[in-house]
């Protein structure tokens, strides 16, 4: 049987973790993976999450399994961070899952189970990871244009006219803040029109939300996804906790249902733990823990949201001083976008050779998309970094 099996493609992103690795240049710049990375280059624990860790060792009396859906203390408190009041309870469902990549692969297959023939519209481009599980599954998708390769923003007319052409009951994915690979977002008023759009087609929206709090603060990047729920029936929400709580390998992630109505709910949690059972049974438990800890002490909460801001304003502080820096170097406006781009992520617009001629005469590593982790970046490496996209001819 195995003799069978036939080579898989790699994923681009952790294949660069590799090679990085294995360059033995002591000068060399990781802006690969997006995973954050201090000053110093250390991806830390929060203290939050220390201190929650601690508490939870001291305290916790059994490791017995908890619920299919995972404790409804998580979903509560994870509901209210990603929607506030903005959906009344007796309209959402909810389980744990493994990372927000567990809950877009449950939220496909609740799709899939639902409405077999509904398409699934991804942004051009998405993370790789959207279209390689959709494939995976065997549903029919589509795309939606997203970035100007020019201004590298939004193509909003482009996304508009794409958008049009979705069917009753098909499926929209969108990024709610962060975007990535790209780092250009919708404004408020553009997801207003992305709402017009959904009530007039009948398509249904699905979140994608991995990096609350990393580009305009918990509330601003919600905004969007929020006036979505505020306006349409249904929509569905993949939400991981991996970046904003920094506990990545925990794997800790929530797939939210919003129901169209209060009678429905119960048919609609069900067979989200349905999809949990046949997956996994049990998700995991101990992160989702932590973030529930933390978000329900007040002292926890206040401590970790000190940092998770001093976390977005260090990409912030980076992205204007690159921007500032190439402004400098090129004596125009041509890189601002990194400064108005937000998150971790930010498409350079250079070309795959240029992206090779980083890595090979600067040491600079970055995805051949020339997406960059801005968080790779630190005071000493702006300039470096500048200095070789200008010699790169980008
Ligand atoms: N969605 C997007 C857009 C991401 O970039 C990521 C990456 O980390 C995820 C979802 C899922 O992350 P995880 O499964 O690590 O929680
Ligand atoms: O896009 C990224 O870099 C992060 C991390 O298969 C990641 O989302 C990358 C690839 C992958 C899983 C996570």
Redesign the pocket.
């Known amino acids: 049987m195995l003799n069978a099996l036939h080579p898989q493609p790699q994923d681009k992103i952790l294949q660069l973790i590799q090679m990085f690795k294995d360059d033995p240049r002591t000068d060399k710049i990781d802006l690969g993976v997006?995973v954050y990375k201090d000053a110093t280059g250390l991806t830390p624990v929060m203290r939050a999450v220390k201190a929650a860790e601690k508490q939870l060792w001291e305290t916790q009396d059994t490791k017995a399994y908890t619920g299919l859906a995972g404790d409804p203390a998580y979903a509560a408190a994870m509901q209210s961070m990603l929607l506030g009041d903005t959906v009344p309870a007796d309209r959402l469902s909810a389980i744990a899952t493994?990372?927000?990549?567990?809950?877009?692969r449950q939220a496909l297959e609740l799709i899939k189970l639902a409405s077999p023939q509904a398409t699934v519209w991804l942004s051009n481009p998405?993370?790789p990871?959207?279209p390689s599980i959709i494939k995976y599954l065997g549903m029919p998708m589509a795309e939606y244009r997203y970035f100007d390769d020019q201004t590298r923003g939004v193509d909003f007319d482009g996304m508009m006219a794409d958008l049009a052409g979705v069917k009753p009951g098909d499926v929209v994915l969108l990024?709610a803040c962060c975007?990535?690979p790209t780092g250009a977002n919708l404004t408020l008023n553009q997801w207003s029109a992305v709402a017009d759009n959904l009530e007039k087609t009948g398509a249904i929206p699905f979140i994608?939300?991995?990096?609350q709090g990393f580009g305009d603060g918990l509330d601003a990047d919600a905004a969007g996804m929020r006036l979505l729920a505020a306006r349409l029936p249904e929509l569905l929400i993949?939400a991981?906790?991996?970046?904003n709580f920094g506990i990545?390998r925990e794997?800790?992630?929530i797939l939210i249902a919003v129901s169209p109505r209060a009678d429905k709910r119960a048919v609609v949690q069900g067979n989200l733990a349905f999809l949990n059972r046949q997956n996994y049974s049990f998700p995991p438990d101990h992160g989702a823990r932590l973030v529930t800890m933390i978000l329900n002490d007040p002292t926890l909460r206040a401590d970790w949201q000190a940092e998770l801001e001093s976390i977005r304003l260090n990409m912030l502080t980076l992205r204007a001083s690159l921007a500032a820096e190439l402004r400098r170097l090129t004596n125009s406006d041509r890189f601002d976008f990194l400064g108005q781009h937000r998150g971790m992520f930010s498409r350079l617009g250079a070309t795959p050779e240029q992206v090779e001629t980083l890595r090979r005469d600067h040491g600079i590593y970055m995805v051949s998309d020339s997406r960059m982790n801005i968080a790779g970046l630190n005071a000493k490496t702006v300039p470096i970094l500048a200095a070789a996209i200008i010699a790169t001819g980008i």
Do not use: M, V
């Open positions: 997006g493994p990372g927000g990549t567990g809950a877009i998405t993370w990871n959207h990024h975007h990535n994608d939300i991995a990096y993949a991981s906790c991996s970046k990545y794997r800790t992630g």
